[in-house]
């Protein structure tokens, strides 16, 4: 017996051993936990369960010379419900107030509201979705309902914000507005202000500490955020939306009527270089037209005839002749090396000065006047080229500037006929811009200056940053010489190839092109058909350049055709405008019929108004105009004329009324 409780002894030491040594293990392990690996846990549990989410920083506005909004971004709110957050007092309390106020606003029956929300709250569901795609005001709105006033943690309410971007004018001037994105493969990506100017649009992101819940989601965990994200800088551009929408518009019912592939419209302010209006539209495989490449910076090609402005620079300064020397158009027809540069008139033009000759845009003077003078030494007159910077990409503020070609005497691809053809615009290639702005110093007394797009930087009142006028030549020629070719652009509108496009009540200057492309395929040979310039001729405030690119050729595909009515159209409807011109009176009466809607515009504006105007079938840009004067608020969708307007005509004018106009 005594042996038997000496065993059971025994086994109750060593068991009391073992607790013993599992106590000290856990009491070992629970230290080591708490005073050694326990900054590793706590860490890990609070990244499982807490986590700092990025607050997308809104990016700044871009707005017109004129003040009118061209890209902002919009505070998008989603709104959820914690269904268990609120106590049952406060729940069976605001339940019914809160449906009623989300019926109100949001236009489902209040019925519906409470159905849902009691659901949730049988369900416990922490994350049941209320309203999504909310605007600011809104959002403000519902934070303030019944219940929802009182926050994250006793009234349930769950905030997500996002922002998106908004272009009110619509797609005018879309390509060089530009946008920023992020491609597939993750890689930045943009086009346009947007893109060029993303280091000071962009601001920077705050953060917000949200705690993880069920079925993984995540809700804020307080009100505020941890770190406020600050809005980017402001964008003040060079457009004037009123001369955007007249010179867009005025290009696709051109390209529409000759059924073109794509074309161009650049205007630019004379002195400053401030591009006031920028149109580039392609033809899509629905046959539409939209804005999806910016040809006028991009696209570099053969001018043709508009290049002729340089053989005359050149030959003037050079004093190796003038607008009075004569020259043979030998019947319409030159050879070099059995390669043909001939005049669209059959027959030539007989003897004919230098001066007629441009006007006249014939290829067989200008090329004899260029090579018979510089065959000898060709690079004297590559030089003058060069001298103008016209062989060099201009530097714009926007990406992706297409570079001029410009044959050097010597180079690889310097043959006997390089000169000759260079002198009626071809084996040479310029984009849109570039020409515009070789027209816009003869225009500008022989300052040359380079294209703007973007003024000023600004942080509400505050200016970051000023973008002033940057001269690239200061003289491109004698002012002689500047002259000279100022009367020869007028004479092509008032008696050369452009003559159709002249009116006696006011001035214009320019120069026709119309250039083969794609000549090496006969099947597949079309037009690029052009028209530069610049408005008043004899005060040039505005220069413009319009280029139209294949063009159906059972329409038509001469420059002055095709490109000169747009360039028309911009200036009379432009030139009306300008202080300087206001006492004109007498314009074409063709004008006064096609500016009918103007008319209306102008006499309903000067009236006292005490009711919304009927502005249904008004072009956008008129209607906007009229319904600001009268301290409207407007919101515009689409382009085009006025289809629908959100308040009918005849409703009292109100102060602070906004009102939302459908255009097709």
């Given at each position: 017996?005594?042996?038997?409780d000496k065993?059971?002894?025994?086994?109750?030491?060593?068991v009391?051993f073992?607790i013993?040594?599992?106590?000290?293990?856990?009491t070992?392990?629970l230290?080591n936990?708490?005073?050694?690996?326990?900054?590793?846990?706590r860490?890990?549990?609070?990244?499982r369960?807490v986590?700092n989410?990025?607050i997308q920083a809104?990016?700044?506005?871009?707005y017109?010379s004129?003040g009118?909004?061209l890209a902002t971004?919009?505070?998008?709110?989603?709104?959820r419900f914690?269904a268990i957050?609120p106590?049952k007092v406060?729940?069976?309390?605001?339940l019914q107030?809160l449906?009623?106020s989300?019926?109100?606003?949001?236009?489902?029956?209040n019925?519906?509201y409470?159905t849902?929300l009691?659901?949730?709250?049988?369900?416990?569901n922490?994350?049941?979705?209320v309203a999504?795609?909310?605007s600011y005001?809104?959002y403000?709105?519902?934070?303030?309902f019944?219940?929802?006033?009182?926050g994250?943690?006793k009234g349930g309410?769950?905030t997500?914000?996002r922002t998106?971007?908004?272009y009110?004018?619509?797609l005018i001037?879309?390509?060089t507005?530009?946008?920023?994105?992020?491609?597939?493969?993750?890689?930045?990506?943009g086009?346009?202000?947007e893109?060029?100017?993303?280091d000071?649009?962009?601001?920077?992101?705050?953060?917000r500490?949200?705690?993880k819940?069920?079925?993984?989601?995540?809700?804020?965990?307080?009100?505020?955020?941890?770190?406020e994200?600050?809005d980017g800088?402001d964008?003040?551009?060079t457009?004037d939306v009123?001369?955007?929408?007249?010179a867009?518009?005025?290009l696709?019912?051109?390209?529409?009527?000759y059924?073109a592939e794509?074309?161009c419209v650049?205007?630019?302010e004379t002195k400053?270089?401030?591009v006031k209006?920028i149109?580039?539209?392609?033809?899509?495989?629905?046959?539409?037209?939209t804005?999806?490449v910016n040809?006028a910076?991009?696209e570099?090609h053969?001018?043709?005839?508009t290049?002729?402005?340089i053989d005359l620079?050149?030959?003037?300064?050079?004093k190796?002749?003038?607008?009075s020397?004569v020259?043979?158009?030998?019947g319409?027809?030159?050879s070099f090396?059995?390669?043909?540069?001939?005049?669209?008139?059959k027959?030539?033009?007989g003897?004919i000065?230098?001066g007629?000759?441009?006007e006249?845009s014939?290829?067989?003077?200008?090329?004899?006047a260029?090579?018979n003078n510089?065959?000898?030494?060709p690079q004297k007159?590559v030089?003058?080229i060069?001298?103008?910077?016209?062989?060099?990409p201009l530097?714009l503020?926007?990406k992706g500037?297409?570079?001029p070609?410009?044959p050097?005497p010597?180079?690889k691809?310097?043959y006997?006929t390089t000169?000759p053809?260079?002198?009626?615009?071809?084996?040479v290639?310029m984009?849109?811009?570039?020409?515009l702005?070789?027209?816009?110093a003869v225009?500008?007394n022989?300052?040359?200056?380079k294209p703007?797009?973007?003024?000023e930087?600004k942080e509400w009142n505050?200016?970051?940053?000023?973008?002033?006028?940057?001269?690239?030549?200061?003289k491109i020629a004698s002012?002689?010489?500047?002259n000279?070719?100022?009367?020869v652009?007028?004479?092509?509108v008032?008696k050369?190839?452009?003559?159709k496009?002249y009116?006696k009540d006011?001035s214009?200057?320019?120069k026709?092109?119309?250039?083969?492309?794609g000549?090496?395929?006969?099947v597949?040979l079309?037009?690029?058909s052009?028209?530069v310039?610049?408005?008043?001729?004899?005060?040039?405030?505005?220069s413009?350049?319009?280029v139209v690119?294949?063009?159906?050729?059972?329409k038509?595909?001469y420059?002055a055709?095709?490109?000169g009515p747009?360039f028309?159209?911009?200036a009379q409807?432009?030139y009306?405008?300008?202080?300087s011109t206001?006492?004109?009176?007498?314009?074409?009466k063709s004008?006064?019929v096609q500016d009918?809607?103007y008319?209306?515009y102008?006499t309903?504006?000067?009236?006292?108004m005490?009711?919304i105007?009927?502005?249904h079938g008004m072009p956008?840009?008129d209607?906007?105009?009229?319904?600001?004067n009268?301290?409207?608020?407007?919101?515009?969708?689409g382009i085009?004329?006025v289809?629908r307007?959100s308040?009918?005509?005849g409703q009292?004018?109100l102060?602070?009324?906004?009102i939302i106009l459908?255009?097709?």
């Amino acid at each position: 017996m005594a042996v038997e409780d000496k065993h059971i002894s025994y086994r109750i030491y060593l068991v009391a051993f073992a607790i013993l040594v599992l106590a000290i293990a856990i009491t070992v392990k629970l230290t080591n936990i708490q005073w050694v690996e326990g900054e590793y846990y706590r860490k890990l549990a609070k990244e499982r369960s807490v986590k700092n989410f990025v607050i997308q920083a809104n990016k700044g506005n871009i707005y017109s010379s004129d003040g009118s909004l061209l890209a902002t971004s919009i505070p998008n709110y989603k709104v959820r419900f914690d269904a268990i957050a609120p106590n049952k007092v406060d729940f069976d309390k605001n339940l019914q107030p809160l449906c009623d106020s989300l019926a109100k606003l949001l236009g489902k029956p209040n019925q519906f509201y409470k159905t849902e929300l009691l659901r949730a709250r049988a369900d416990k569901n922490r994350y049941y979705l209320v309203a999504r795609n909310l605007s600011y005001t809104q959002y403000m709105k519902i934070k303030s309902f019944p219940l929802f006033n009182k926050g994250a943690y006793k009234g349930g309410i769950i905030t997500e914000q996002r922002t998106i971007r908004e272009y009110p004018i619509g797609l005018i001037a879309e390509r060089t507005i530009g946008y920023e994105r992020i491609k597939p493969d993750g890689k930045p990506d943009g086009k346009g202000i947007e893109w060029a100017f993303k280091d000071y649009l962009t601001g920077k992101d705050g953060k917000r500490l949200m705690q993880k819940m069920a079925k993984g989601q995540w809700k804020p965990i307080r009100d505020e955020n941890e770190v406020e994200p600050q809005d980017g800088y402001d964008i003040i551009s060079t457009i004037d939306v009123y001369i955007q929408d007249i010179a867009h518009h005025a290009l696709l019912k051109q390209l529409e009527y000759y059924e073109a592939e794509h074309g161009c419209v650049v205007v630019m302010e004379t002195k400053t270089g401030e591009v006031k209006a920028i149109s580039n539209l392609g033809r899509d495989k629905d046959g539409n037209y939209t804005e999806t490449v910016n040809y006028a910076v991009i696209e570099s090609h053969e001018p043709g005839s508009t290049f002729k402005l340089i053989d005359l620079i050149a030959l003037f300064e050079d004093k190796l002749a003038d607008t009075s020397s004569v020259y043979d158009s030998r019947g319409g027809e030159l050879s070099f090396y059995n390669r043909k540069v001939s005049d669209s008139k059959k027959g030539g033009y007989g003897k004919i000065s230098l001066g007629r000759a441009f006007e006249l845009s014939s290829n067989t003077v200008l090329v004899q006047a260029v090579y018979n003078n510089y065959k000898s030494n060709p690079q004297k007159f590559v030089d003058h080229i060069k001298r103008m910077k016209l062989h060099e990409p201009l530097g714009l503020q926007i990406k992706g500037e297409g570079k001029p070609i410009v044959p050097q005497p010597g180079a690889k691809n310097w043959y006997g006929t390089t000169l000759p053809w260079m002198a009626y615009g071809y084996g040479v290639s310029m984009t849109p811009l570039q020409t515009l702005t070789l027209y816009n110093a003869v225009a500008n007394n022989g300052e040359m200056v380079k294209p703007l797009f973007v003024k000023e930087i600004k942080e509400w009142n505050k200016t970051i940053k000023k973008f002033d006028k940057e001269v690239i030549n200061p003289k491109i020629a004698s002012q002689e010489t500047i002259n000279k070719l100022k009367a020869v652009l007028e004479n092509v509108v008032k008696k050369g190839t452009g003559s159709k496009l002249y009116s006696k009540d006011f001035s214009m200057a320019g120069k026709t092109g119309t250039a083969q492309m794609g000549y090496s395929d006969k099947v597949n040979l079309y037009y690029a058909s052009s028209f530069v310039g610049y408005f008043p001729a004899d005060q040039p405030k505005y220069s413009c350049i319009v280029v139209v690119h294949k063009p159906s050729k059972s329409k038509g595909y001469y420059g002055a055709e095709v490109s000169g009515p747009v360039f028309k159209r911009i200036a009379q409807k432009v030139y009306t405008d300008v202080p300087s011109t206001n006492e004109i009176k007498n314009l074409e009466k063709s004008n006064l019929v096609q500016d009918q809607n103007y008319e209306t515009y102008f006499t309903n504006s000067s009236k006292n108004m005490q009711t919304i105007p009927n502005v249904h079938g008004m072009p956008g840009m008129d209607a906007v105009a009229l319904l600001e004067n009268l301290k409207v608020k407007v919101k515009v969708i689409g382009i085009g004329k006025v289809k629908r307007q959100s308040i009918q005509p005849g409703q009292p004018l109100l102060n602070n009324t906004t009102i939302i106009l459908e255009l097709s």
